[in-house]
Antibody, heavy 122, light 110 residues
Framework: QVQLVESGGGVVQPGRSLRLSCAAS????????MHWVRQAPGKGLEWVAV????????YYEDSVKGRFTISRDNSKNTLYLQMNSLGAEDTAVYYC???????????????WGRGTTVTVSS | QSALTQPASVSGSPGQSITISCTGT?????????VSWYQQHPGKAPKLMIY???KRPSGFSNRFSGSKSGNTASLTISGLQAEDEADYYC??????????FGTGTKVTVL
């Protein structure tokens, strides 16, 4: 079945880096744009970044621009989020999510993973 | 980017109808028909329930409906049921080619 599984979360010190992965299965990964969305403890959803199906276009939320990089390896059916210069404000559950439409950017997400937790603390 | 504004909480009795508002600007909600709504139960991932302002994914109950007027979108839940108790988030495409989520609304079934 269609599935997204995130990994790579953990506890990291302020200023350090972390790379999250999202393994996709059950659908043609290379046909879909992919998003990262995060949720701080007890807070609401916050969109982080998107990468189009072909990897050519990427867009970021302002607070992570220049620090986070979204990428994908369509040969491995895997989405990544490289996070640098982490701060306490980046502590959250990070979800990867699939764009609803294939070969098009429809600006919503119809399949979500269960999330991976990132805690930034000294 | 600014979060879209939603009421923090809305409540209703079983069988009643409730409406959740989502207010943005002409650069997001008011400028595009790319408003979506997500339902999130505690400890679970969000689920897409409305897209393109008013369309429902297959399999999602028709008790949920969406609309938009100007810079404000709305989600209406009819025939409120116990399982509708959850957090609800709107989202909108923005003129910066990004997405904004709403602040979130906790729905309580009395």
């Amino acid at each position: 079945q269609v599935q997204l599984v995130e990994s790579g979360g953990g506890v990291v010190q302020p200023g350090r880096s972390l790379r999250l992965s999202c393994a996709a299965s059950g659908f043609t990964f290379s046909a879909y744009g992919m998003h990262w969305v995060r949720q701080a403890p007890g807070k609401g959803l916050e969109w982080v970044a998107v990468i189009w199906y072909d990897g050519i276009n990427t867009y970021y939320e302002d607070s992570v621009k220049g620090r986070f990089t979204i990428s994908r390896d369509n040969s491995k059916n895997t989405l990544y989020l490289q996070m640098n210069s982490l701060g306490a404000e980046d502590t959250a559950v990070y979800y990867c999510a699939r764009e609803r439409g294939s070969y098009i950017y429809l600006y919503d997400m119809d399949v979500w993973g269960r999330g991976t937790t990132v805690t930034v603390s000294s | 980017q600014s979060a879209l504004t939603q009421p923090a909480s809305v409540s209703g009795s079983p069988g009643q109808s409730i409406t959740i508002s989502c207010t943005g600007t002409s650069s997001d909600v008011g400028g595009y028909n790319f408003v979506s709504w997500y339902q999130q139960h505690p400890g679970k991932a969000p689920k897409l329930m409305i897209y393109d302002v008013s369309k429902r994914p297959s399999g999602f109950s028709n008790r949920f409906s969406g609309s938009k007027s100007g810079n404000t979108a709305s989600l209406t839940i009819s025939g409120l049921q116990a399982e509708d108790e959850a957090d609800y988030y709107c989202s909108s495409y923005t003129s910066s080619s990004t997405l904004d989520f709403g602040t979130g609304t906790k729905v309580t079934v009395l």
